[in-house]
């Protein structure tokens, strides 16, 4: 078992997929993300977010609403492929995307025929060669049709919302689905080509045992994902109003939550997952398992990635661009967005300056949390050196000169580790959730 220091996980902490966290965001001039689309240079990457779903899951922390009304989707539809034209015209001409990302929401909420419509504009728009595509799915709504798209896109990666398989579990969180349909999806979607496929599988879920974890990930690992990220769940009910509806008395313990993530990362490790940083695993041979032994493993707004471009665009309400010196992210609500893109404008609305100590600084996070070290001293100061006395004196990390390591017992301590190295500000209790 991994030590427990519940005084030091008391600090909610951001997951670090950018820094600065989108926390610090603010107002945005659509001119200056039209700067960056202008100056790119070297390789780009696309996201796509499809912010609707056929049914809303209670726990979702996610920008999406519900499907409803088709004329809702086609508006949408044509304002992203609005917006996709316009920024294509503003990358120059030798911009090279070597991969497109469909999130969500759940992209699935759309019909085959105008997902492939959409991807037939991305190809038209952009530069798009030995382009490697993935997709978010939700197996509720997967069908045959879908994955006849999948195959003749050519989509080698997906992520399958599965969660739980323990019924009473899915039934608070508002995702009902049984085993034998996640069963058919993991076949439909093998069947049609996609060779890295990644389970989303949660702990801390309200009357979840560590029994319930246990027989989630036995099914998880007999279903042969390659890749499996295990979230612990962030009841957030102040920020994420339909988590009103879970019970939050029934939410296991930070004791138990501890124990349940030590339990799947046992699990999986033993399986022969490699464990990439404290909450992802994939196993030897997935691209992204190839990275982290490469020490080629990058973080982003998707999470842990093998992704190198520099530069990543999002389409779409809420998505998110990043660039060496940029962040930028979409107008969340959906009919804003569409009415901004519908008056020829830029969906830009908030986002940050990245600093030249932001830049290295956000160089430490991610070096941290993808390979388990960095080198602290452009920013080593007594403050800092405070600041992790705690974690040096119960050995949790070590510190080599500049070089700090998250030894293998600190791993579950990691984002708090990481946290200490922004330079932001205190982080707030009502923006972020637990460590583990």
Same mark, same amino acid.
């Given at each position: 078992?991994? +030590?427990?220091?519940?005084?030091?996980?008391?600090?909610?902490? +951001?997951?670090?997929?950018?820094?600065?966290?989108?926390?610090?965001?603010?107002?945005? =001039?659509?001119?200056?993300?039209?700067?960056?689309?202008?100056?790119?240079?070297?390789?780009?990457?696309?996201?796509?977010?499809?912010?609707?779903?056929?049914?809303?899951?209670?726990?979702?922390?996610? #920008?999406?609403?519900?499907?409803?009304?088709?004329?809702?989707?086609?508006?949408?539809?044509?304002?992203?492929?609005?917006?996709?034209?316009?920024?294509?015209?503003?990358? +120059?001409?030798?911009?090279?995307?070597?991969?497109?990302? /469909?999130?969500?929401? $759940?992209? #699935? *909420?759309?019909?085959?025929?105008?997902?492939?419509?959409?991807?037939?504009?991305?190809?038209?728009?952009?530069?798009?060669?030995?382009?490697?595509?993935?997709?978010?799915?939700? +197996?509720?709504?997967?069908?045959?049709?879908?994955?006849?798209?999948?195959?003749?896109?050519?989509?080698?990666?997906?992520?399958?919302?599965?969660?739980?398989?323990?019924?009473?579990?899915?039934?608070?969180?508002?995702?009902? !689905? $049984?085993?034998?349909?996640?069963?058919?999806?993991?076949?439909?979607?093998?069947?049609?080509?996609?060779?890295?496929?990644?389970?989303?599988?949660? @702990?801390?879920?309200?009357?979840?045992?560590?029994?319930?974890? &246990?027989?989630?990930?036995?099914?998880?690992?007999?279903?042969? =994902?390659?890749?499996?990220?295990?979230?612990?769940?962030?009841?957030?009910?102040?920020?994420?109003? &339909?988590?009103?509806?879970?019970?939050?008395?029934?939410?296991?313990?930070?004791?138990?939550?501890?124990?349940?993530?030590?339990?799947?990362?046992?699990?999986?490790?033993?399986?022969?997952?490699?464990?990439?940083? /404290?909450?992802?695993?994939?196993?030897?041979?997935?691209?992204?398992?190839?990275?982290?032994?490469?020490? *080629?493993?990058?973080?982003?707004?998707?999470? /842990?990635?093998?992704? $190198?471009?520099?530069?990543?665009?999002?389409?779409?309400?809420?998505?998110?661009? $990043?660039?060496?010196?940029?962040?930028?992210?979409?107008?969340? #609500?959906?009919?804003? @967005?569409?009415?901004?893109?519908?008056?020829?404008?830029?969906?830009?609305?908030?986002?940050?300056?990245?600093?030249?100590?932001? !830049?290295?600084?956000?160089?430490?996070?991610?070096?941290?949390?993808?390979?388990?070290?960095?080198?602290?001293? =452009?920013?080593?100061?007594?403050?800092?050196?405070?600041?992790?006395?705690? /974690?040096?004196?119960?050995?949790?990390?070590?510190? #080599?000169?500049?070089?700090?390591?998250?030894?293998?017992?600190?791993?579950? @301590?990691? &984002?708090?580790?990481?946290?200490?190295?922004?330079?932001?500000?205190?982080?707030?209790? &009502?923006?972020?959730?637990?460590?583990?």
């Amino acid at each position: 078992m991994w +030590p427990y220091h519940p005084d030091l996980l008391e600090t909610p902490v +951001p997951r670090y997929t950018s820094y600065p966290t989108a926390a610090e965001f603010g107002p945005m =001039p659509a001119a200056r993300y039209a700067q960056a689309l202008e100056g790119a240079q070297g390789d780009v990457s696309l996201y796509v977010h499809i912010p609707f779903c056929e049914q809303i899951c209670f726990y979702c922390a996610c #920008n999406t609403g519900k499907a409803g009304k088709r004329q809702r989707l086609d508006a949408y539809l044509e304002a992203l492929e609005d917006e996709i034209e316009r920024v294509s015209d503003m990358l +120059p001409v030798d911009a090279k995307v070597r991969r497109v990302a /469909f999130g969500g929401g $759940s992209p #699935n *909420a759309l019909e085959p025929g105008q997902f492939l419509r959409l991807v037939d504009r991305l190809v038209s728009s952009f530069a798009i060669e030995r382009t490697v595509f993935s997709i978010e799915l939700d +197996p509720r709504t997967f069908s045959p049709e879908w994955a006849e798209a999948i195959g003749s896109v050519g989509i080698e990666r997906a992520s399958l919302g599965v969660q739980t398989f323990a019924p009473r579990c899915q039934a608070a969180i508002g995702r009902v !689905q $049984s085993g034998a349909l996640i069963e058919r999806t993991v076949d439909l979607l093998r069947r049609h080509g996609v060779s890295s496929l990644n389970f989303d599988l949660m @702990y801390g879920l309200p009357g979840q045992s560590h029994d319930d974890l &246990r027989d989630s990930l036995t099914r998880s690992v007999d279903l042969g =994902p390659d890749r499996i990220a295990l979230f612990g769940y962030a009841h957030v009910p102040h920020l994420v109003p &339909r988590q009103r509806v879970i019970d939050a008395s029934a939410l296991p313990g930070q004791a138990e939550r501890f124990g349940m993530a030590w339990l799947g990362h046992e699990m999986l490790t033993g399986q022969g997952y490699d464990a990439i940083g /404290f909450d992802h695993f994939a196993k030897p041979g997935d691209p992204v398992a190839d990275a982290c032994a490469k020490d *080629a493993l990058r973080r982003n707004f998707q999470g /842990f990635t093998d992704d $190198s471009a520099g530069i990543v665009i999002g389409f779409g309400g809420s998505a998110v661009s $990043s660039f060496s010196d940029l962040l930028v992210q979409n107008e969340k #609500n959906s009919g804003r @967005y569409r009415m901004l893109v519908g008056q020829g404008r830029l969906a830009t609305m908030t986002g940050v300056v990245r600093s030249v100590e932001d !830049q290295i600084r956000g160089r430490m996070i991610e070096q941290l949390l993808c390979r388990g070290a960095t080198d602290i001293g =452009p920013i080593a100061d007594d403050m800092l050196s405070d600041a992790l006395v705690p /974690f040096l004196d119960r050995g949790l990390v070590a510190l #080599n000169d500049d070089l700090l390591t998250v030894v293998p017992d600190g791993l579950p @301590y990691a &984002r708090l580790v990481c946290a200490l190295l922004d330079g932001h500000r205190p982080q707030s209790a &009502r923006r972020f959730s637990s460590a583990v």
